[in-house]
């Protein structure tokens, strides 16, 4: 069952000039995505009123026709080992109570040398001052969901920091501020509101226990390798 802050989040998205903006870009970032590479089943998981058709719920199969996910889903527990090609995340860890071990889950269901596409809040942007509609005390810092990627065995693709405007309500004041957009990207990538990470899994082995992720946590101090609003 989605939580409290999810529902608050998915209403803030749909129901705001800022939030219908944010959407599309998330969208666009998706769909470029899964350009990069082929993927015959692929799983989505969360937001799946702003992502997915009107009708989407909880572990329903069903096509999305709007982004390239075959199955439309709230938990990847349900699914056998290597089930997938891809898994499209958005904003689901950040939702999760238990992030590291739904990324180990995650990674379970994905085959070797599959993608996971996810994108997520950085707790360091302008958003903290929105207020509780966005649940930016939520978010996980990027460098930290760094950390847990290579001993799970992801390797970034690529990554993307999209949307640099202040907590804004307006159409008339996102289009009048655009030109936060140009400079954002160029002088200050690592304000932007939210991120996007392409994944792929390596072909080396999983550790044996879901236990150990515990365990796995590393320096938060990981460089970022910020290029013009890429990573």
């Not at 903006?21 to 702003?50: K, N, P, S």
């Not at 994108?119 to 001052?129: D, I």
Request: with cysteine; charged share 15%.
């Amino acid at each position: 069952m989605m939580s409290i802050q999810a529902t608050h989040f998915q209403n803030w998205l749909q129901n705001t000039d800022l939030g219908q903006y944010v959407i599309q870009q998330e969208r666009d970032f998706f769909q470029a995505a899964f350009r990069g590479f082929y993927a015959e089943r692929v799983l989505q998981m969360g937001f799946t009123r702003c992502f997915a058709p009107q009708n989407a719920h909880a572990l329903w199969v069903q096509q999305n026709h709007d982004l390239p996910a075959q199955i439309v889903a709230e938990s990847a527990t349900v699914w056998r080992n290597n089930a997938f090609d891809a898994v499209m995340l958005p904003h689901f860890l950040e939702l999760s109570p238990e992030p590291q071990r739904q990324l180990f889950e995650i990674t379970r269901i994905v085959q070797a040398a599959g993608h996971l596409v996810l994108t997520g809040l950085n707790p360091h942007s302008l958003w903290r001052f929105v207020g509780d509609e966005v649940p930016i005390h939520q978010a996980i810092d990027l460098p930290k969901l760094k950390s847990w990627l290579p001993e799970l065995g992801w390797q970034i693709v690529q990554g993307r920091f999209m949307n640099y405007l202040p907590p804004i309500n307006s159409q008339k004041a996102i289009e009048k501020l655009q030109f936060m957009e140009l400079a954002g990207n160029r002088w200050l990538p690592h304000a932007a509101a939210i991120y996007g990470l392409v994944l792929r899994k390596q072909l080396t082995p999983l550790r044996g226990a879901c236990d150990e992720v515990d365990d796995v946590l590393l320096s938060g101090d990981v460089a970022l390798g910020l290029t013009r609003g890429k990573f």
